[in-house]
């Protein structure tokens, strides 16, 4: 007799719904697997062999079997604990075979019998719902996160006795509901906290407006982490959409929270310059999420970027550009969201003081070209915005009144956000101006002649590539969206030129 009970195995975020098949085999008591199991799956024996006895079913004493189908797909984690344990009550007997057939089963086991919480339940929903399955059993403190998943019924379990109560039909659980959340509450700090900086403010609203990428180029504490920190308090809150995209790429790396499973505010991620490029990019032996992709549809920001490894920089170039992280490895590809907004900053020099009149740089010509250098010319033509700071006087501090208040920012960023939403269509999504593709950029940012023609003589005298003329004009399309008209002017290509001249200025691209 092969009883069956059915798992979760994620790939990447994606989760892949998994047979376990247990059957009796030649030999001593015990158990073998099949299946590719990780060394994380192949201890769940012990696991679950201790939690059946501690919860009263004891152990077969005959030789078992345990495949993880389909064969050819690496297992690994913890969460295939719960449907090993109930594939083995239901081949003996335990359990009726059949109660388990539309079911799934997603957690790990204590040695005491009572189940564990584990990464990636709403990835888990998921796809119960994708195949088709109606019930899922997970730990207690995974019921909210999996119960965000429409047309699936999630039953949160304790222990392995109330599953096997559930599934005698001697006790019947509780389904957990979606948890109604009232409006997310921001941390960012607040603009108005920011002095004078009245370009960098400007620069940071399209940026926001948008969805573009940002350099800030500037002495230390002229307000560069301030404003970068500012910046969720200025974009719109996620739709339901993108709260559940979010959500499913923390969950993954176990960062969601129990008591508020589902993400509503946008994610701001800053790495410490020590980040590598795992770490920036995502990968290992089973490939995680990591920082860009951790920051979908929020903000990364990398402080003090010169300081970053020149290998981890350049990983981002393909991020940036498809929005997608893809990771290959010799058994299996998988691919990571990453339509994230970048906002980096970084000194002029490494003492940080190259033209600031009141502190003089002490720092010798060479050092100062190769720390410029460490930003690579592919990667600077891919950020759209590059704006220059400078320090503010301490009697300007004391004196200069506070600025513009992030909520008046956020309502003029919102009104250009809505304005994108109804136009730039791909399929049934839209996307921000900076996402727009070619095609998008010719439908909805179309220049006039005189336009052309006064970017084109622009373009010439600055060395624009290709990709900087196409990033110019989707920052004149949101300078134009946040001015509130359709057709892109003159004046908005002149002041998103401005935004290249940092790149120009300071040589920070390599000659």
């Not at 590598?276 to 990019?281: E, Q």
């Amino acid at each position: 007799m092969t009883a069956k009970a059915r798992g979760v195995g994620l790939i990447g975020i994606e989760g892949c719904l998994v047979e376990v098949q247990v059957g009796t085999a030649d030999g001593m008591p015990g158990i073998d697997m099949t299946g590719l199991p990780t060394a994380s799956l192949r201890e769940s024996r012990f696991r679950v062999r201790a939690a059946l006895r501690a919860s009263g079913y004891g152990w077969p004493e005959k030789r078992l079997v345990a495949n993880f189908a389909p064969a050819d797909v690496p297992k690994g984690g913890t969460a295939f604990d719960l449907p090993l344990a109930v594939a083995v009550l239901a081949h003996e007997g335990v359990v009726p075979a059949s109660a388990a057939d539309n079911a799934v089963f997603y957690g790990e086991l204590g040695l005491d019998g009572s189940t564990r919480a584990v990464p990636g339940a709403i990835n888990a929903a998921l796809a119960t719902r994708h195949h088709a399955r109606r019930v899922l059993f997970v730990p207690a403190r995974n019921a909210a996160e999996a119960a965000l998943v429409p047309d699936v019924e999630v039953y949160p379990v304790a222990s392995v006795v109330e599953v096997v109560e559930a599934l005698r039909g001697e006790a019947t659980l509780a389904r957990s509901e979606p948890r109604s959340e009232d409006a997310p509450v921001g941390d960012a700090p607040d603009l108005r906290h920011v002095r004078g900086q009245i370009r960098a403010r400007r620069a940071l609203e399209v940026a926001a407006a948008g969805g573009h990428n940002l350099l800030m180029v500037g002495p230390p504490g002229c307000g560069k982490t301030l404003l970068a920190r500012a910046m969720p308090g200025i974009l719109p809150p996620l739709t339901l959409d993108e709260a559940l995209e979010v959500t499913r790429i923390h969950s993954v790396s176990g960062l969601v929270d129990p008591g508020a499973p589902l993400r509503r505010t946008r994610p701001f991620r800053a790495p410490h310059a020590t980040a590598s490029y795992a770490a920036l990019v995502g990968g290992g032996s089973d490939p995680r999420p990591g920082e860009v992709s951790l920051a979908h549809a929020g903000v990364l920001f990398l402080d003090e970027v010169a300081e970053f490894g020149r290998h981890a920089l350049d990983a981002l170039r393909a991020p940036i550009e498809d929005r997608v992280v893809r990771i290959s490895r010799s058994r299996r590809s998988v691919i990571f969201p990453a339509s994230f907004a970048l906002v980096a900053a970084m000194n002029p020099c490494p003492c940080g003081h190259a033209g600031d009149p009141s502190r003089a740089c002490r720092c010798p010509q060479r050092r100062i070209d190769a720390y410029r250098q460490r930003m690579s010319g592919p990667l600077m033509d891919r950020i759209d915005i590059h704006v220059e700071l400078s320090g503010v006087p301490p009697e300007e501090l004391a004196l200069r009144p506070e600025g513009e208040p992030s909520g008046a920012v956020r309502e003029r960023v919102m009104a250009a956000r809505e304005l994108q939403e109804a136009r730039n269509r791909v399929g049934a999504r839209a996307v921000t101006n900076a996402a727009l593709d070619l095609e998008g950029l010719e439908r909805h940012a179309h220049l006039g002649g005189q336009e052309s023609l006064y970017l084109a003589r622009a373009g010439r005298k600055l060395g624009m590539s290709a990709r900087s003329w196409h990033r110019v004009i989707r920052v004149a399309r949101t300078i134009a969206d946040l001015a509130g008209v359709e057709q892109i002017a003159r004046a908005h290509l002149a002041e998103a030129l401005t935004y290249r001249r940092v790149a120009r200025g300071r040589a920070l691209v390599p000659a």
